[in-house]
């Protein structure tokens, strides 16, 4: 649900036709920097983040993003998002509305 509203909204999932895990997916909102994205979000009270676990806290590209072919700038505006067992459609929905507004926003700019 999540993934296709992302999509309809101009954005993509990474590794969208890949096998992935289902609580853990990237999301690309173009000409959007990460970082611009992590604020947005967390001015709604939402966490995310960007770039690996295993990296996080650095400003280097993605090495999973770079090996799938990504391009730095592309790369750069990808951000992380994990579900737990308590996040529910309601959440998800929440999520997907302050995406719209921030590509909104973006887009306007």
Do not use: N
């Not at 309809?8 to 853990?24: K, N, Y």
């Not at 806290?57 to 998002?81: D, F, Y």
């Not at 929905?93 to 719209?100: G, K, M, S, V, Y």
């Amino acid at each position: 649900m999540l993934d296709f509203a992302i999509a309809g909204e101009g954005g993509s999932v990474v590794a969208q036709d890949s096998d992935r895990l289902p609580t853990i997916a990237g999301y690309h909102m173009p000409g959007v920097s990460a970082s611009s994205q992590l604020i947005g979000f967390d001015m709604e009270g939402i966490a995310v983040s960007a770039g690996s676990a295993c990296s996080s806290g650095t400003l280097k590209m993605s090495h999973v993003l770079a090996a799938m072919g990504w391009k730095i700038k592309e790369a750069s505006e990808v951000i992380r998002v994990s579900f737990g067992p308590e996040t529910d459609s309601a959440s998800i929905e929440r999520f997907a509305e302050i995406w719209r507004r921030i590509a909104s926003r973006a887009a306007a700019a």
